[in-house]
């Protein structure tokens, strides 16, 4: 089976090595408690030096030859929210979509997968995190995935892009289109709520924090103000602030949104009990 490999983006799979072969019928074991669930010792080519995927398992656990999975702005603007689960699920009804509730990503998500499909599940919606879609060729995931991007495509609302008169942290520049996050009280509330999505996470930390701190987080909201960003903030991380501004966007004004909360937010840091207490404590 071919998967992603850990730390590549599938924009780079035309022009770079972002692909590994790893034995399959292994994987489906460490889904099933063999190994350790990260599938490294599954790779076929033991001069491969690229990890598989964190999300392996599920890949193969899941009876199909082709399994796409994607964290689109268009599923995320809907499956971070009670109400834009409901949405989703009219407007993919034909498709017999199956959500999934938040699990972290690995062996507990996996788990999560299988113990809700039926063998001819193909359309999977991972609340708070994406979409999983299965089918016999490229052909038929292709189709199927475009026909949920545009039944959940939703316009976004207009912002306003109003850059700060103040000065930047020293290192920090302004976010310029993503400011409306910090300037916007709605937006603000929204975003200083939680996490939404595992990625955030990964690439910003727990939230968005309104100062700078020991754990020297990329982007710091300025309230009232705008949106500050690291200038050495990686392309990575900018692409996350993009993400958060392009699917809040597109949430409507009366959609409630439901983060994965601070629990999930330290497991996928791999925070100690220790230091998720600490983290809690300087919250407030
Ligand atoms: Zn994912």
Same mark, same amino acid.
């Given at each position: 089976?071919?998967?992603?490999?850990?730390?590549?983006?599938?924009?780079?799979?035309?022009?770079?090595?972002?692909?590994?072969?790893?034995?399959?019928?292994?994987?489906?074991?460490?889904?099933?408690?063999?190994?350790?669930?990260?599938?490294?010792?599954?790779?076929?080519?033991?001069?491969?030096?690229?990890?598989?995927?964190?999300?392996?398992?599920?890949?193969?656990?899941?009876?199909?030859?082709?399994?796409?999975?994607?964290?689109?702005?268009?599923?995320?603007?809907?499956?971070?929210?009670?109400?834009?689960?409901?949405? &989703?699920?009219?407007?993919?009804?034909?498709?017999? !979509?199956?959500? =999934?509730?938040?699990?972290? *990503? $690995? @062996? /507990?998500?996996?788990?999560?997968?299988?113990?809700?499909?039926?063998?001819?599940?193909?359309?999977?919606?991972?609340?708070?995190?994406?979409?999983?879609?299965?089918?016999?060729?490229?052909?038929?995931?292709?189709?199927?995935?475009?026909?949920?991007?545009?039944?959940?495509?939703?316009?976004?609302?207009?912002?306003?892009?109003?850059?700060?008169?103040?000065?930047?942290?020293?290192?920090?520049?302004?976010?310029?289109?993503?400011?409306?996050?910090?300037?916007?009280?709605?937006?603000? &509330?929204?975003?200083?709520?939680?996490?939404?999505? !595992?990625?955030? =996470?990964?690439?910003?930390? *727990? $939230? @968005? /924090?309104?100062?700078?701190?020991?754990?020297?987080?990329?982007?710091?909201?300025?309230?009232?103000?705008?949106?500050?960003?690291?200038?050495?903030?990686?392309?990575?991380?900018?692409?996350?602030?993009?993400?958060?501004?392009?699917?809040?966007?597109?949430?409507?004004?009366?959609?409630?949104?439901?983060?994965?909360?601070?629990?999930?937010?330290?497991?996928?840091?791999?925070?100690?009990?220790?230091?998720?207490?600490?983290?809690?404590?300087?919250?407030?």
């Amino acid at each position: 089976m071919w998967i992603k490999a850990s730390g590549k983006e599938l924009a780079d799979a035309l022009t770079s090595e972002i692909f590994v072969a790893v034995d399959r019928k292994a994987a489906i074991g460490e889904a099933h408690g063999a190994g350790d669930g990260t599938c490294k010792a599954t790779i076929l080519d033991p001069e491969v030096q690229l990890r598989p995927s964190i999300e392996t398992t599920f890949h193969a656990v899941l009876e199909w030859r082709v399994v796409a999975h994607s964290h689109s702005v268009a599923v995320l603007s809907h499956v971070i929210s009670p109400q834009g689960r409901v949405a &989703a699920g009219a407007l993919l009804e034909d498709l017999n !979509p199956v959500f =999934v509730p938040y699990a972290k *990503p $690995g @062996l /507990p998500l996996t788990g999560a997968i299988t113990e809700r499909i039926t063998p001819r599940t193909q359309l999977i919606l991972l609340e708070n995190h994406g979409l999983i879609v299965c089918g016999r060729t490229t052909h038929e995931v292709d189709t199927l995935m475009q026909a949920v991007e545009t039944r959940l495509r939703r316009n976004p609302v207009e912002v306003t892009d109003v850059m700060p008169n103040a000065d930047p942290m020293p290192g920090f520049e302004w976010a310029g289109e993503q400011n409306w996050l910090a300037q916007d009280e709605h937006a603000l &509330a929204r975003v200083t709520s939680g996490s939404f999505y !595992p990625d955030h =996470v990964v690439f910003l930390g *727990p $939230g @968005l /924090p309104m100062e700078d701190n020991d754990d020297g987080p990329p982007v710091v909201l300025s309230p009232g103000v705008g949106v500050q960003i690291r200038v050495d903030a990686t392309e990575a991380q900018k692409a996350m602030l993009r993400c958060l501004s392009d699917v809040l966007r597109r949430v409507p004004a009366d959609w409630t949104l439901e983060s994965i909360g601070p629990e999930a937010e330290a497991e996928l840091l791999n925070w100690d009990a220790e230091k998720y207490r600490q983290w809690l404590a300087a919250k407030g």
